[in-house]
């Protein structure tokens, strides 16, 4: 259909419009009777085409035609160079729709709305900055017209001009500050610029403004989310989900939130309405399982891991998890197994490693225990608990060497227990270094006397001990019989 604006002058009006010179004006030409057969010819042809408006042939090529005719006799028909515009735009060839406003705009550039439909066609033909470029043209005769400041910002955004669209809608909001669909985009300019407090604020704005607005509800529990608001974020997507409900994307944040902030319970909740909703999203039910896994729910845990596996056979974390619930299940076999499958997929897991070795060390299969133990501080140097354990499992496979080396590693990060210095200490007696043997064994006792003190004594009543480098030495007596040492008193700062 053709514009509302579509004129239809009765001859003598257009007659007027032509040739009739304005009063008080002596600088047009009074019209010939040439000019009046030329502007006669025009007319026929334009009346022609405004004759089937309103019929099955409005916006055809047969009315284009009469339109084009009459501009071929006249050039400068203004409303057949709107009209045929109009036609075009209609007919989605929008270069040449916005060949003819622009004839329009020459013709006239006060006449009413023909910048938005300029805009609007250079817009659907892919000619953003002309667009732009007519929209400004219009604003500055209309500064307060806000459908041609919304179409603005929502090129200048699109074109990547942030501050320039970030202004206009500053404008719009000067001019309306409820106008919410400008408050939307100003907020995502903001959001998207990294602006975030700034976005947040426009985010709430709006909420209070259209509380309804789903969109506004959900990124701000974005931003919330971001800056690690939990509670609030939560609150946000709660008000987004009475919108939206059942929305899986929002109900599975909803729970990652609720988890960040330690409610699995909550957590559990959404995301299991997510998953019900997306059944096929194999990391749903990974976080599923670590949620439930944190409530100890562990049985229900391996089933939403095990539904993570199967849809994702390459999730190395699910498959870690579900070595640890395994384990806590006594399902050993099936720990191993699961522990195996993830470092299958990822072997530089250096905690895979090292559950998987303390399994190992556990259930006494102890060459089994040591490469992985050793990969996992291969992996990281300061791993101390992998020390500790790799020192515990080569002594007792009697690689002394390598259990005095892992020792004296946890010592020397700083993590040391009573029992490293204690199984130190009877290495180093073990490989007759009594000196050494006595100090780590003493601070054993400064740290556990009554249990280490006891251990020695059994120990000494062995006719052949591991301690006969340092069994009648006066010092290695004194830690049995004495208090232990009082450790040294921290200097004040």
């Known amino acids: 259909m053709l514009c509302s604006k579509v004129i239809t002058c009765l001859p003598f009006i257009l007659w007027l419009i032509y040739f009739a010179p304005a009063l008080g004006s002596q600088s047009r030409q009074v019209p010939t009777v040439d000019d009046a057969k030329v502007y006669g010819e025009a007319m026929a042809w334009f009346k022609k085409g405004e004759a089937l408006i309103g019929t099955d042939k409005e916006n055809s090529e047969e009315q284009a035609g009469y339109f084009r005719k009459a501009l071929s006799i006249k050039p400068d028909f203004l409303e057949a160079h709107y009209n045929l515009g109009l036609i075009y735009a209609n007919q989605k060839r929008m270069a040449e729709a916005a060949a003819e406003f622009e004839s329009v705009l020459r013709l006239e550039p006060k006449f009413e709305g023909i910048h938005y439909l300029l805009a609007s066609a250079h817009k659907e033909a892919g000619n953003l900055d002309g667009a732009i470029a007519a929209l400004e043209a219009g604003i500055m005769q209309k500064p307060k017209d806000l459908q041609m400041l919304k179409a603005l910002a929502f090129l200048q955004g699109r074109t990547s001009r942030t501050s320039a669209a970030a202004k206009t809608m500053e404008t719009i909001l000067g001019i309306d500050p409820t106008e919410a ?278 120990e000494l009543r062995k006719v052949h001990s591991v301690l006969d480098s340092v069994r009648y030495s006066a010092k290695f007596g004194r830690l049995l019989t004495g208090p232990p040492p009082s450790p040294e008193k921290t200097p004040e700062r």
């Open 181 to 458: 669909e400008a408050r939307m985009e100003y907020a995502l300019v903001l959001h998207r610029s990294g602006e975030i407090d700034r976005a947040a604020a426009e985010y709430r704005e709006l909420t209070k403004i259209d509380p309804k607005n789903y969109a506004a509800h959900f990124n701000l529990g974005l931003i919330l989310q971001q800056q690690r608001k939990n509670a609030e974020a939560a609150e946000q997507y709660r008000a987004a989900l009475g919108l939206q409900p059942g929305n899986a994307d929002l109900l599975e944040r909803l729970g990652d939130v609720l988890a960040i902030d330690g409610q699995h319970a909550g957590a559990v909740s959404a995301y299991q309405e997510a998953a019900a909703k997306a059944p096929d999203r194999a990391w749903l039910f990974s976080k599923l399982g670590f949620s439930l896994a944190k409530v100890d729910r562990a049985a229900e845990a391996v089933v939403a891991l095990e539904n993570s596996v199967r849809l994702d056979p390459k999730n190395a974390d699910a498959f870690y998890l579900l070595g640890d619930l395994y384990s806590e299940l006594e399902r050993f076999d099936e720990s191993v197994s699961a522990y195996r499958t993830s470092l299958r997929i990822d072997p530089k897991q250096k905690d895979v490693h090292y559950n998987l070795g303390t399994l190992y060390a556990e259930r006494e299969q102890f060459q089994d225990a040591l490469p992985e133990l050793r990969a996992a501080v291969e992996l990281d140097p300061s791993y101390a608990p992998a020390w500790s354990n790799l020192a515990l499992v080569s002594q007792r496979l009697d690689l002394d060497r390598e259990a005095i080396e892992a020792h004296e590693k946890v010592v020397a990060l700083g993590e040391a227990k009573a029992q490293n210095h204690f199984h130190l200490g009877i290495l180093y007696a073990k490989t007759n270094r009594p000196d050494d043997a006595i100090e780590n064994l003493g601070k054993a006792i400064e740290l556990e006397p009554e249990k280490y003190r006891r251990i020695l004594r059994e």
